[in-house]
């Protein structure tokens, strides 16, 4: 069915969206933000899809709250999926949230994420070795054996899990965000909760085994989030564990689709590809670019704790409101020519990572791993090709590939 502007704008339902959405998002955001940029959806919550829209929301933290404690209530019940998304810095107001991201930011300072760049080049490099020893019998997995292996190890490190105990930190991730998506089948609800309960019986034990023998506060941020501040702000113990997972999950899933995005987007735009291996020196602005362009995460949500006019409607307390970053990242009124990848686009100031008091606590070391995984893959292989049909997520709240076959040449 081939629909004009208006009726994709007038037909849209986050909870019912279609195979064509989920290829490709962004005909209906531009409807959206063209025809209905504050959107009332049938469950009786606002969808945003005008950049000022989603700056003004937020901005304004106060009136517009990122406490689920309300809204996931109906959707997870007494569970540990409850319990762990409720007790997450992201999805809570001063003074929890204050607390936990003081923190966290201290052991993501620029000097600590400095300090982590020689590792994360010599694990590019081994992964790009790897790939290589493989050869070009088209076997080769982007996602598998590139982008997910990359934050999977830098969060790793982050928190200190042993090497050999990191396999199933991936698919507990996938599993605990997937039950994030806006309808919940009993199926991924139940895979969530099992997700929440295996990690916290395995944090359990990595947080005794680090309170017994603790590591540098500066590098290990388990250590730090344990021995908390100097003026003796400490974690509950549900607060460090679920943080922790929060923390795994966060930097995981971005991460990996910040990378396979990027490197796939450049194969739908040849001519960006060879400005980049000419100029290496873009790959910053390319970064943030490809960051605009398929942001990772796509939606955020907050919840109206006063009445408020926002695009001209007025919204009760107790609205809940979806920001749209892909939509917002693509508005004509911020970015010129915004449905063209540009990678040496300045200036850029994408959501990607939102903005305000809860934007991404770790956007310079997503920036750091974007920057060195597509740079030395790209120095390494620029002929890379697809070998097969890319497989999305089907996820409309974080945007990536779930394989991605190629070639290297
Ligand atoms: C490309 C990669 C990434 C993207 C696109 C991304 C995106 C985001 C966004 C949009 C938010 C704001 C949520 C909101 O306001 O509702 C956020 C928060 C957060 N992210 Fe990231 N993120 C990425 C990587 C990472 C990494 C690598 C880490 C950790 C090492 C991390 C840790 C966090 C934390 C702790 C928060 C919560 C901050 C708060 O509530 O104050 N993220 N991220």
Redesign the pocket.
Known sequence: MNLDARELAALFDLEKLTPDFYANPYPTYRALREHEPVKRLPNGSWFLTRYDDLVAA?KNTKVFS?DKKKEFAPKYGASLLYEHHTTS??FNDPPA?TRV?RL?MGA?SPRAISGMEPDLIALVDRLLDAIAAKGTKGNVDLIDDFASAI?IE??GN?LDVPQDEREPLRDWSLAILGALEPVVTPHVFARGNKAVEDFLAYLEGLVARRRAKPGNPERDVLTRLIQGEDNGERLTEKELLHNCI??LN??HE??T??IGNGLVALLAHPAEKQRLIETPALIKTAVEEM?RFE???QL???MTVEPVELGGIAMPAGTPVTLC?GAANRDPAQFADPENLDIGRTPNRH????T????????A??RL??AIAISRFLARFPDYALSGPPVRGGRVRFRGFLSVPFQVG
């Open positions: 937020y990122s810095l992201v949230h991201r966290i993501l934050p830098v969060i982050l929060f923390l966060a930097g971005t991460t689709n910040l960051l942001s990772s995460n955020g949500n907050r970053i959501l990607a990572f939102g305000g008091a809860h934007q991404c606590a770790g956007m070391l997503a791993e974007g």
